[in-house]
């Protein structure tokens, strides 16, 4: 029997039955996953939110999957087909291909040219000539003619001729070998191993299609290919650029007719008994063969790799996303501080938005500092205005169209105006013209213009990149890998799921917090959070998390779930600042009995709570990981878990891409990581590219364990093309710019020739030769 939904899922979690199917009970009652993963440790044995995000996926599929069985089970015994060993199989299937493979001879279709000849009765003709290749084929088709006929399903043409009843009876043989599951299964692995993904450029598509020149000419093994370049593979098909296809790499090209027998005809015929030992039907039985490998067993898998090859690449392409994203949304806030938002302009000018310390908007207008009008001097002034009379310390600048100009006017306005101590810092800005016109900032910012609310998104964004960011769809925050390219409904889900990690992992001030953030807290949705504003806005700020439970649609499940991760700050128990959740300050109050003290003057106190031992206090509702979380939580309530606010500084005098120089070692922000490496703002209005082999002295895998979005790094220049807009950069500073004119391999022998051996085996992409083939591959 195969094995219950937990135990797969705890094997492949290598966890035990029991946390599984807590798990997936806590799920089914409607639990989040930030909730179980904190609150619910005892239940489960600890899983993470890794582990239970992994949980909540598979757990889908394998639903999904005994949905599917359960339906191919109930047509088969419809139709009266099922054996013993057919059921067996079925139910021992363990994923959607093997069950699919086993339903394709009862799957319902479109009467069939094998159909055809069964009902003209060819199905005697190719019993005999497969079980006895001695037997003449014309002579024994002569058995079998019979005029045109009429059936329930249609009429029949009959069997007019000798070749009429052979093209009926191969019809059959093809049909039966090729929906043989066994055999389907023993040559998509060797199609797995054995196949080339091969691309070549459509005539006349050169020019239009530069962009993908590096697959103008291109094959590679189809289980080695990275999803970036299998997703670009796709997109030149899909805009008409590259043909595509698959072959065998025994083969030059994809398969001539006349071409020798391939080891998948191979054991086509193996499977069936058929050999070439010159016998009267031999040679028909192997053209059937061949016939059923061209036609219909290589399409089919074809098509099935193909697909799978382009949703394995989705998969990975959100896997980017999601990391890129949550590397963003959990980048360090600049805090509480006065700042100005600038987003850059040319001809419409420099929009400036000053905000609070508590993001409140306090100030806007328009600068027009660059062409056509180069009001500098007067820009300057406005600046310096603004930033002195609402004690600006943080100017933010958005990276788009006119940022570097931009940012060399906020640099001229610290040089002018040393005393107001400002800082500056470029941030990204994707997104900011979708949070504009939206809905909400409609809502938020009613009566601004909308070319005014980008720039106070850009200041709040530094100021709270989380807070922020969640006001718009995750999609458009613009740090994945083809986002465009991939399954949509997948990939929100799989960004909705990360926002919800990001946004509970740090906690929410309820009576700051805007709608869009409020809703993404365990529990809470759109509507049962705006309940929770307009509440707030109609009694005044909460003073207790015990006041939520008078907020019109919130329940006691809701409760539940999204309490621990909302913070009242100003309320008379610290314990409502904090993430320990209000079903255990029971167990905190039975705690400050034992040691005869308050919960004022315990929190904070490092010495005292790592004194205490926790399984002391464990009982059957509190188990030992919640003590531990709790007494750890009191030592610094609602911490931030955050890093520090760091700034890059880009270097005076590289403003433009025609000012890099090989060698030159800059400061930069990473911007976005990819399978192929990372991006990096220099500051030259063009990211570069550090490959995966530039990354680190040592080996690198996976570019997201050695950097992330928005970590400020040093780089090294190792080529620049400036007419492509290509800038090749190394975080291994003792690298050196290539020789000008040399080929990559030779590039890269100048630094390190074992690293390129070591490299060229996980990536096969050019080493520093990123200038062709990894920079092909941008953000989608």
Same mark, same amino acid.
């Given at each position: ?384 205005? #603004? /930033? =002195?009379?609402? *004690?600006?310390?943080?100017? @933010? !600048? +958005?990276? $788009? ?64 990149? #989380? /807070? =922020?960011?969640? *006001?718009?769809?995750?999609? @458009? !925050? +613009?740090? $994945? ?300």
């Amino acid at each position: 029997m195969l094995p219950s939904i937990e135990q797969r899922l705890a094997l492949e979690l290598a966890a035990k039955p029991v946390q599984v199917a807590a798990a997936v009970a806590l799920l089914d009652e409607g639990a989040t996953v930030p909730f179980i993963a904190r609150y619910r440790k005892e239940a489960t044995g600890g899983l993470d939110d890794i582990q239970l995000r992994l949980l909540e996926e598979r757990l889908r599929y394998l639903r999904e999957l005994e949905v599917r069985r359960g339906a191919i089970l109930a047509s088969i015994e419809e139709q009266g087909k099922m054996t013993p060993a057919l059921l067996q199989a079925i139910s021992l299937a363990e994923d959607k291909t093997r069950l699919e493979d086993l339903y394709l001879p009862y799957k319902l279709k479109r009467r069939t040219k094998a159909q055809i000849a069964a009902e003209a009765g060819l199905t005697e003709l190719a019993d005999a000539l497969l079980g006895n290749p001695e037997l003449n084929p014309e002579q024994e088709a002569d058995k079998y003619l019979k005029p045109a006929f009429s059936t329930d399903n249609g009429d029949n043409p009959g069997v007019a001729d000798a070749k009429a009843a052979l093209d009926g009876a191969r019809q059959i043989l093809m049909e039966r070998f090729s929906e043989d599951a066994a055999l389907l299964q023993a040559l998509r692995e060797y199609l797995t191993e054995h196949g080339v993904v091969e691309s070549k450029v459509v005539d006349g598509k050169q020019d239009a299609g530069e962009k993908f020149a590096d697959y103008f000419d291109y094959s590679e093994t189809i289980g080695t290919i990275p999803s970036h370049r299998a997703l670009a593979l796709f997109r030149g098909r899909r805009e008409e650029i590259l043909n595509v296809v698959l072959r065998l790499d025994t083969e030059e090209e994809k398969p001539k007719w006349d071409a020798p027998h391939n080891p998948c005809e191979g054991r086509i015929a193996a499977r069936f008994g058929i050999s070439n030992k010159n016998r009267s039907a031999d040679k028909w039985l192997s053209d059937t063969v061949r016939w059923s490998w061209r036609v219909k067993v290589f399409m089919h898998l074809e098509t099935e790799l193909m697909t799978k090859l382009r949703e394995t690449a989705e998969v990975e392409a959100i896997n980017v996303f999601a990391r890129n994203l949550k590397a963003l949304l959990l980048a360090a806030p600049a805090g509480p501080r006065a700042t100005m938002g600038l987003d850059p302009g040319l001809r419409t000018g420099v929009k400036v938005a000053v905000i609070d310390a508590t993001g409140k908007v306090v100030d806007t207008t328009a600068i027009y500092p660059h062409q056509p009008r180069n009001d500098w001097d007067g820009s300057l002034h406005t600046l310096a205005q #603004l /930033a =002195e009379k609402h *004690k600006v310390s943080l100017i @933010s !600048i +958005g990276n $788009g169209t006119a940022s570097r100009e931009t940012d060399k006017l906020a640099q001229d306005l610290i040089k002018l105006r040393p005393e107001l101590k400002l800082t500056k810092i470029v941030v990204s800005e994707a997104g900011a013209s979708v949070y504009s016109a939206s809905e909400f900032a409609s809502r938020e910012l009613p009566d601004m213009d909308v070319s005014l609310r980008g720039a106070v998104s850009i200041a709040r964004r530094l100021q709270d990149p #989380l /807070a =922020e960011l969640v *006001k718009i769809d995750p999609k @458009s !925050i +613009g740090v $994945g890998q083809y986002q465009h390219d991939v399954g949509q409904t997948q990939l929100a889900r799989s960004l909705d799921a990360v926002v919800e990690d990001c946004v509970n992992a740090v906690g929410v001030d309820v009576n700051t917090a805007s709608a869009p953030l409020l809703a993404r807290v365990s529990g809470l949705n759109a509507s049962v959070a705006q309940s929770i504003v307009t509440y707030r806005d109609m009694k005044g700020m909460f003073t207790s998390r015990a006041g939520l439970r008078e907020v019109p649609r919130l329940g006691e499940k809701t409760f539940e779930q999204a309490a621990g991760f909302l913070r009242v700050m100003n309320s008379d128990n610290p314990l409502d600042g904090s993430a320990v959740h209000p079903e255990s300050y029971p167990l905190v109050e039975k705690i400050l009995a034992d040691i005869k003290k308050d919960v004022k003057g315990v929190i904070g106190d490092d010495k005292l709570l790592k004194s205490l031992n926790p399984a002391k206090y464990a009982d059957e509702k509190f188990g030992v990981p919640t003590i531990a979380d709790i007494l750890k939580e009191l030592e610094k309530p609602g911490r931030d878990p955050r890093p520090e606010f760091t700034t890059a500084t880009f270097k005076d005098g590289v403003e433009e891409i025609r000012d890099l120089r090989p060698d030159m070692i800059l400061e930069g922000v990473v911007t976005n990581v990819a399978a192929f490496g990372a991006f990096v703002d220099i500051g030259v209005h063009q990211d570069g590219l550090v490959h995966i082999s530039a990354l680190s002295n040592t080996f690198v895998k996976d570019p997201h364990s050695v950097v992330k979005a928005g970590q400020v790094v040093k780089v090294k220049v190792l080529e620049v093309d400036e007419k492509r807009k290509r800038i090749a950069l190394t975080m291994r500073l003792t690298d050196n710019a290539p020789v000008a004119g040399a080929k990559p391999e030779q590039r890269a022998d100048r630094n390190d020739a074992k690293r390129l051996s070591q490299q060229k085996q996980a990536a096969p992409a050019p080493v520093n030769g990123a200038m062709a083939a990894a920079f092909a591959k941008l953000k989608g």
